[in-house]
């Protein structure tokens, strides 16, 4: 299994900046694809942007195109989101979510592994 920890939320004002950060351990070298997700109240699910483990490949959504970032380090494990110019509705709760290697066919809104989430607020 690989657990994952996110860490950076908080309360910001819009057009303000926010760094997401999210912490993998146990079986990380199954890792194929690590990637965050955001539910805002009363809302579904929804993907943000995705990073391959290896490699460059990095996906966004439409929404935040231009204005997240998505990074990693394979050394310590960890994935980034530098969120900027942020609007109110970048409020939700964010998930880092990991796919491993065996799961490489899936979509990548079915990720095997999620972490607890951390709060992002954006206030206007």
Same mark, same amino acid.
């Given at each position: ?48 942007? *995705? &990073? ?6 990095? $996906? ?5 195109? !231009?204005?997240? #970032? ?28 990991? *796919? &491993? ?6 979509? $990548? ?5 999620? !972490?607890?989430? #951390? ?6």
């Amino acid at each position: 299994q690989v657990q994952l920890v996110e860490s950076g939320g908080g309360l910001v004002q819009a057009g303000g900046s926010l760094r997401l950060s999210c912490a993998a351990s146990g079986r990380t070298f199954t890792i194929y694809r690590m990637g965050w997700f955001r539910q805002a109240p009363g809302k579904e699910r929804e993907y943000v942007a *995705t &990073i391959r483990w290896i490699g460059t490949n990095t $996906i966004y959504a439409d929404s935040v195109k !231009g204005r997240f #970032t998505i990074s990693r380090d394979n050394a310590k494990n960890t994935v980034s989101l530098q969120m900027n110019s942020l609007k109110p509705e970048d409020t939700a709760v964010y998930y880092c979510a990991v *796919t &491993i290697s065996s799961s490489w066919f899936r979509d $990548i809104t079915e990720p095997d592994y999620w !972490g607890q989430g #951390t709060q992002v607020t954006v206030s206007s």
